[in-house]
Nanobody, 123 residues
Framework: VQLVESGGGSVQAGASLRLSCAAS????????MGWFRQAPGKEREFVAA????????NYADSVKGRFTISRDNAKNTVYLQMNSLKPEDTAVYYC?????????????????WGQGTQVTVSS
């Protein structure tokens, strides 16, 4: 499966962005999906995940209440709505797919990764 992220950009603090992750080659409907991010000099960290059914979601404490993960299985696409962006949200954002339909916080439990999309938030 190929994952392609889009929707990144440069914005000011307080703005919103919506990231998309489109999959090709395989349906995502039975796969949990996650968003991770990596800032310069830091490890890749968990941001959000959604179960294959879309019923269960998980968020990092740093983004709870500001970010929302969702999916449209008919379009084979996962989204990350990011509101009230802060400079510390600046990073490359990656989407990832698990074989399992259950969410995970751990990047080594994801099997496929996109190339990432840059999000830059200025103060």
């Amino acid at each position: 499966v190929q994952l392609v992220e889009s929707g990144g950009g440069s914005v000011q603090a307080g703005a919103s962005l919506r990231l998309s992750c489109a999959a090709s080659g395989r349906t995502l409907s039975t796969s949990a999906m996650g968003w991770f991010r990596q800032a310069p000099g830091k490890e890749r960290e968990f941001v959000a995940a959604i179960s294959g059914s879309g019923i269960s979601t998980n968020y990092a404490d740093s983004v709870k209440g500001r970010f929302t993960i969702s999916r449209d299985n008919a379009k084979n696409t996962v989204y990350l709505q990011m509101n009230s962006l802060k400079p510390e949200d600046t990073a490359v954002y990656y989407c990832a797919r698990r074989e399992s339909p259950y969410t995970s916080y751990f990047r080594n439990q994801y099997d496929s990764w996109g190339q990432g999309t840059q999000v830059t938030v200025s103060s």
